[in-house]
């Protein structure tokens, strides 16, 4: 009987076990994950629901994968892997041999450089365990500093201040979400910052972040120094390829596959955040990509092609925020747009869409209120699939309508 195996018990590898079974995979299944909670969804540590109870939202319960005889190990990690032997060496001390692997190890949060991994002031966010010490900090009259003002930052501010406490971002770039989205974009998330009370300082390096006797002190370049209960450190995530590295898998930004989710190693498959793939809808650039679901769609890629199917990432990239009221919602890759539309929604609601040089949609950045640009995105990705180069008029026109220019 063929034994699967899953590296990384998060999203991906969560949704690559059950797409096994649904495609009538009968071998034996086995998820390895080194947290100790079943697999559950990141995005709602960092968005409003920190503020809630903070139960984790599980793929599924416990229970439900012994029914689908799915091997559930948490609280594992994986050593070593021989891709010659077609073996893994777990920190148990068990030797476990695998027919087809698949490694979704994710990504972990990157360190400030200096900081101590067990300080109690300075955190960051990854885990169902990090949100708990978070929201533990996040009591009304506090003070925290986040550092960074990426989606996970700025995420966290809003949720701090919707519970009291007091924040200030520190960004050393000269804007916030300067990787993310368009200028317009950025300018009115930290405008909404701004009036819910939050500290934005953009353009500001950190000489020093500190553990001083249970708080943080933060000392910037321009001689303010800030002292805070928390700091938390927002600077971007590190694919975790240690274990591929190891066995001698090609690296690229993360572990290296083709079109097909394969890497340099026979009958080994890497999916989700810890991957770098060639995304055809873009010429065949290398990308990696950190996204729910991202992680979603490669863990049954990854399952299909595992069960010898022939089939390729063709998925639009595409990316949300919640923040106080807004969300932000992103589909495609902008870069390499020389052309960038407007079109307002009404309501405060707007979207920004990126052309190239010959007219081609790459992608669209928009804003608004609750679901305020929700159907204009997706549509706008369904083009942005399609290679369709929308007439610019019409596309910046809110009376013209998306769909009308897709059946065009």
Not at 5 to 15: D, K, L, M, T, Y
Not at 149 to 175: D, N, P, Q
Not at 241 to 250: C, D, I, K
Not at 382 to 408: E, T, Y
Request: overall charge negative; charged content about 20%; some cysteine.
């Amino acid at each position: 009987m063929s034994h699967f195996v899953i590296v990384g018990a998060g999203e991906c590898g969560a949704r690559a076990a059950w797409a096994l079974r649904e495609k009538g995979f009968d071998g034996a299944i086995t998820l390895i994950g080194e947290e100790a909670l079943p697999p559950y969804e990141r995005p709602p540590l960092s968005k409003a629901a920190i503020g809630e109870a903070l139960e984790p939202k599980f793929v599924a319960e416990r229970n439900r994968y012994a029914e689908e005889r799915i091997d559930l190990m948490t609280g594992v990690s994986v050593d070593a892997l021989d891709v010659a032997t077609k073996q893994l060496s777990l920190s148990d001390g068990s030797v476990l041999a695998y027919d087809k692997l698949l490694l979704a190890t994710g990504a972990r949060a990157r360190a400030f450089p200096g900081v101590p991994m067990d300080s109690q002031s300075i955190r960051m966010l990854r885990t169902h365990a990090d949100a708990l010490a978070l929201r533990a900090a996040m009591l009304p009259g506090k003070h925290i500093a986040i550092i960074g003002g990426g989606f996970i930052g700025l995420e966290l501010a809003a949720t701090a201040r919707m519970l009291g406490v007091h924040v200030t971002v520190v960004e050393g770039l000269e804007r916030v979400l300067k990787r993310g989205v368009p200028q317009e974009i950025a300018d009115a998330v930290a405008a909404k910052h701004r009036l819910e009370g939050v500290d934005v300082r953009c353009g500001v390096a950190i000489e020093s972040l500190t553990d001083d006797a249970g708080k943080a002190t933060v000392r910037l370049a321009d001689g303010d120094v800030l002292g805070v209960d928390l700091a938390l450190v927002g600077i971007g995530a590190v694919p975790n390829t240690q274990l591929a590295e190891r066995a001698g898998l090609r690296i690229e930004n993360g572990i290296a596959v083709d079109q097909r989710l394969r890497t340099s190693a026979p009958d080994v498959y890497a999916a989700g955040d810890c991957c770098s793939f060639p995304l055809h809808l873009y010429g065949g650039r290398r990308v990696r990509l950190e996204s729910w679901r991202n992680a979603q769609e490669q863990g049954g890629l990854a399952a299909a092609n595992m069960l010898g199917g022939d089939q390729t990432i063709a998925a639009v990239p595409w990316f949300w925020s919640d923040q106080y009221d807004m969300c932000l919602q992103i589909a495609g890759l902008s870069d390499g747009a020389v052309h960038h539309l407007r079109r307002d929604l009404g309501n405060n609601a707007f979207i920004i869409f990126h052309l190239d040089a010959d007219g081609r949609l790459l992608a669209a950045s928009g804003i608004g209120p609750g679901n305020a640009v929700a159907r204009d995105i997706r549509l706008a990705e369904m083009l942005i699939a399609a290679g369709a180069r929308p007439d610019p008029d019409a596309l910046a026109s809110p009376g013209i309508k998306l769909k009308s220019l897709l059946a065009a």
